[in-house]
Each structure stands twice: as structure tokens, then as C-alpha cells.
T-cell receptor, first 115, second 113 residues
Framework: AQSVAQPEDQVNVAEGNPLTVKCTYS??????LFWYVQYPNRGLQFLLK??????LVKGSYGFEAEFNKSQTSFHLKKPSALVSDSALYFC?????????????FGTGTRLKVLA | DADVTQTPRNRITKTGKRIMLECSQT?????MYWYRQDPGLGLRLIYY???????NKGEISDGYSVSRQAQAKFSLSLESAIPNQTALYFC????????????FGSGTRLTVV
């Protein structure tokens, strides 16, 4: 079965420290991987994606993610966390079903950046 | 104005009532989706539509119906609301192709009492 796992419900990090939000996936074929962020009372916003090419993908707000095929992971990272990065983060994989692509979302990880 | 607008933002309704959630978009996207978000479960797809004449069930369509009135409008109905349909509902749009991310509305928080 194709799936996405976010093993941590919550990640706490001090402002200015590097942050990592973990995501692992299980798909057949080539994975198409995405990260979204959800701020309070808002819809999800696209952060970045990996389709093909360079394993390190850069996205919005200084975030980046590293695709690791051998570990089937796509962890979200940022070198220096800001309090304003506090939000709910979703990893997603896009899969093909009967010729159409749909998302499978992870359960989300709440990031709290402490001042 | 937001690219994807959902109304209402919040709604409390009684068990057994019919309720409609509306979504409109100015992105010009052909594809529209309805998801529900529950704590610890992430987002689950209810229905999706690839154009006005195309409606497809998602993974949790039971108890829901949809109507695609125009390219820009996609409504979700609960014919007879039940408490376990209490959730945050999101509409999203996209263009075809693997490369495109989704644009989400701000959500409708629905409580069924």
C-alpha cells in the first residue's frame, strides 16, 4: 500500500536553531513528494516539491527538503527557525490511480518554535 | 480577495439537518477537491472533479454529495448531518499534471450537535 508517515506529532525547537520535520514514504514507482504548511485558521499552503533531479529541494520561507531514496525519506529542514514558522506541516505523496494523480497526506506534525 | 473562497467559515448544525458548504475559485483551475481534516488523521479526500461534467468519489464519500455548478464553483452537501461529520473541511484546486501543487481555501469548521 502507498503511504506517507510523519512519525512526530509535535516538534519543539528554540528560535535560531535548525529544525527538521520528518517524513517517510512508501510508494511503488517514482515518488512525487510535497510539503505543505498550515497556519492557524488558514488553508494549507504549498512549500516545496520533489519531482525529479537534485535531491535537495529549496522552497518558500527558507525551507528545504532532502529526498533520500535509500531511506525513503523526505525530511523538511530549515537552518534557523523563526517563531513565525510555528504551524502544522503536512508531507504528501502524489500517486497515480487509474491514470489520475491524487495526494496521500501524512497526519501532520505541529512545529513549535520557542522564543 | 482569496483565490479559493469557502463559505461559511464556521457552522454549527443539528443532527439530521441538511447543510451545504460552498467553494468558489478565481484561479481558473479545472480541478477541484473537497477534503476533511480530523486531528491525527490528516486530510482525507471526499470528492473531486476534473471538470464540470466530471465528479468522482474519494476515499470517504459516504454521507456526502457534491455539485459542480460551474468551473469556478464546487459545493459539498451533507444530506443528513451526523456528529462524526464534525470536522474542518477544505476545498482545493489544481491544474492537471504531476508538477502542480494545490491551492487550498481557508476551510469551513463544521460542528454537528
Amino acid at each position: 500500500a502507498q503511504s506517507v508517515a510523519q512519525p512526530e506529532d509535535q516538534v519543539n525547537v528554540a528560535e535560531g536553531n535548525p529544525l527538521t520535520v520528518k517524513c517517510t514514504y512508501s510508494v511503488s514507482g517514482n515518488p512525487y513528494l510535497f510539503w505543505y504548511v498550515q497556519y492557524p485558521n488558514r488553508g494549507l499552503q504549498f512549500l516545496l516539491k520533489y519531482i525529479t533531479g537534485d535531491n535537495l529541494v529549496k522552497g518558500s520561507y527558507g525551507f528545504e527538503a532532502e529526498f533520500n531514496k535509500s531511506q525513503t525519506s523526505f525530511h523538511l529542514k530549515k537552518p534557523s527557525a523563526l517563531v513565525s514558522d510555528s504551524a502544522l506541516y503536512f508531507c504528501a505523496v502524489r500517486r497515480s490511480t487509474s491514470g489520475t494523480y491524487k495526494y496521500i497526506f501524512g497526519t501532520g506534525t505541529r512545529l513549535k518554535v520557542l522564543a | 480577495d482569496a483565490d479559493v473562497t469557502q463559505t461559511p467559515r464556521n457552522r454549527i448544525t443539528k443532527t439530521g439537518k441538511r447543510i451545504m458548504l460552498e467553494c468558489s475559485q478565481t484561479k481558473g483551475h479545472d480541478r477541484m477537491y473537497w477534503y476533511r481534516q480530523d486531528p491525527g488523521l490528516g486530510l482525507r479526500l471526499i470528492y473531486y472533479s476534473f471538470d464540470v461534467k466530471d465528479i468522482n468519489k474519494g476515499e470517504i464519500s459516504d454521507g456526502y454529495s457534491v455539485s459542480r455548478q460551474a468551473q469556478a464553483k464546487f459545493s459539498l452537501s451533507l444530506e443528513s448531518a451526523i456528529p462524526n461529520q464534525t470536522a474542518l473541511y477544505f476545498c482545493a484546486t489544481s491544474q492537471p499534471g504531476i508538477n502542480y501543487g494545490y491551492t487550498f481555501g481557508s476551510g469551513t469548521r463544521l460542528t454537528v450537535v
